[in-house]
């Protein structure tokens, strides 16, 4: 895959030595025992390794990224400048001249817009109170894919779930006429493992409660805020939803809310609920991912994939989901072109997803327009998990080549980033990749206090620390240079022989 | 003003000196050397004091406070079961209903409504954005008092300013058609110091902006939040405003949104804002103050009194403006009540005051109608500065009894509370008292989070820490216990003789 490069002459004796380790096995060591190497087993401890040049080279990267304040300046730009930028709308296509005009500026190559196609789900007016015994307005926000309810709203007994599987067990039809509360609590991790639980109750409810005969419904958001935000958040992916009859008129309650119902419910026999909704659907119209490259130098076919998505709720100006990771990633690859103004040895691609919020529907168009070239992605990140420091790294390779996440963690180490497992669970918008074989690279954000911000109004640039997105470029821009630099990729032999 | 006391045999000795000293100073003297106490300096020190016991009594009193969880129940109560209780609304006429029940339920006598007129300010529609050039919308809401946009609102060019000083400097005529920002930023202090200041534009800018032309105004609200949220609060006393014309519509931004507003205008020329505010006047109706009171045993006249206010803004449930006063206060007297079912020496009277919000409406009233009986008043405190912990105890009692102040921090220590001064800024509500030669006490809370969420629809329940709550009701009880006891009172001697 890799041709001859032209080296400089401190790289020389690494590139010799990578040039052997690239042969096969039972070759290099007839290689080595003629050119004089002591013993085996130290073939075999350098044989897999990134040299240590490599490796100083990315940490003197790592370093200059802590020094500057770009990413910053790439989410404050996104965020003031085009503010939410909700899939499928006008503000969505803003951001996308927004991200054409930014790659430009900064240096990038072959920028442009891959077109795909996604309907628009807008909010209307949103609002629910109690009707009685205790008269009062709750904070609440439809979800993305709600249904509408009658302009005047639906008025019904509310019935309190501890949780969506407690819901699923009632009988079909035995809700009628009633709205439904799910009021299951999200746990806070570091990690972000309490989101995959709580949203299940997000997906479902709305289905769930159309077959028990249900008017509406109402959720605890899924997010960990005390304050009194609503989280939206999609139910199915859109491309699934338009115009369907299933479901009802589903909104999330803020922490508080649920909490002042639960304590309502507690005091009385029934409460009654209004809720009014008026979101609207329109049909397809052209979303679009936003592509910038620095070409390669070596081996320009071979992609190094990282980016985040460019989409955001509408609620907020999208700065931690996901202007963060436009601003991250952006910044990654321009410190690379600022070092190396021809580039590195591979090509780096920076993509800017569209529409990820309702569906990973940008991501899913990506994987399949790209189908036939996926052998030539030698690696995908996505960033999308807020601003907070990464503090683990983690991996899908293929088994042979894990021993590399061992120089990639100690050249990421002087970051505070620990070295985590092969079990990445990859950013969503390279899932599709993933599943088709690319190798993945996770870069873990302390994800603690994110799903205080995710998906509400509360989503702004002043909750993203400088210095913390600072020390995302630096783990990305080590990370880029490693992946694109080191002599091998990340996948089993078998596949590369293929 | 005191008669002869029945008293327990462990309280005779102090009762029998503190008659003494309740004497003409003259013949105090003559009867002590009589008795055969020794120096004149001794006398002085213990003449003015307050016995061990009694402060040992009161000590009780706030343990058991701090083992209860009365004023954290009836915060529940009244935010749960009435939730947002707006100036002369329907919901404040809930919370009056509310407030007799739960007086009645824990024992108070005397309970009862003095009713006042208040008008009513509603808001109705409130929203804000940017048109051009960087469409999106903003967080905002109306001001107490605001007088309405045309239904479909206002459009115009946003000119900021850094204060209403600045404002203030702009000729008359010099903003026509424009929609002004006071960008100010509010200090975040532990005493609430901040806001005198800072709530200068909110009361000014809606007159100001009308002056130079203007047709609408933002404002930085004025809180100290870094969350999305817009702070309301009142322009002019609401019994001032109803109707009149010579003020633009104004409402508050959020701080992330004045923040993105001021980044806005870093980028561009100009910035038309949309402002689109229907708030409604209704003429005045009747609301009220809501008393309640444990009877004085021996001097049933003079009145300890203590209290918070019972309406709240609309947009939270009132929590820790001020349900918490409410609950700190009644906890206390009610505690009173538990351990001397019969009472204390005087009458400690709770008010729940109506309307405060909006301008001090039942405060007012209260004063002018029971002018003639202040000088029964020993000492006013009003707890409406949010649920923190109490830090500092103010006073604002005549100079010849400031000694009282040291034996009331003696007990009061054990709490965490400090000697502070006797400039106490009196709660809103007993200033009026104050005003008129009212003794003064100021329970100081900790006030450094209080602007956070003061007027926001973020005032909810679970921002109470009750531990804090119930060392609330430990000082509150404690206080009310020594002033109710001692054998004196906090005026000047020469107020008492006439």
Known sequence: MRQIRIATATQVSDRLLNLFFTMKHTYSLLLLTLIGFGSISQVTAQEHDISESLKKEAQALSQAALEENIAYEIVESLTTEVGPRL??????KRAREWGVAKLKELGFENVHVEPFEVPLWERGIERAEIVSPFPQQLTVTALGGSVATPEEGVVGELVRFGSIKELEKQAQGSLVGKIVFID???????DGSGYGVAVAKRRQTAY??????????????????????????????????????????????SGPDADQLTRALERTESIQIKLQLTPRFEPASTSGNVVGEIVGTESPEEIIL????LDSWDLGTGAIDDGAGIGITVAAARLIKDHYPNGLKRTIRVILWGSEEVGLVGAKAYAEAHENELQNFIVAAESDFGAGKIWKFNSFFAEEKLHYLSSFADTLKPLGIARGDNQASSGPDVGALKAKGVPIVSLQQNGWDYFDLHHTPNDTLDKIDPDDLAQNVAAYAAFIYLASEVDDDFRAKEKEIN
Do not use: N
Request: hydrophobic share 35%; no cysteine; aromatic share 4%.
């Open 87 to 92: 899939a499928g709308s006008k503000a969505e």
């Open 184 to 190: 299951e609590i999200m746990t806070r991790t570091q």
């Open 208 to 253: 769930e409660a159309f077959k028990k005969g249900a008017i509406g419904a109402l959720i605890r958001s899924v997010g960990t805020s005390s304050h009194r935000f609503a989280h939206t958040g999609q139910m199915k992916t859109i491309t699934d939803i338009t115009g369907e009859i299933d479901s009802v008129p589903t909104a999330a309650l």
């Open 306 to 309: 990282i980016g985040g998505h």
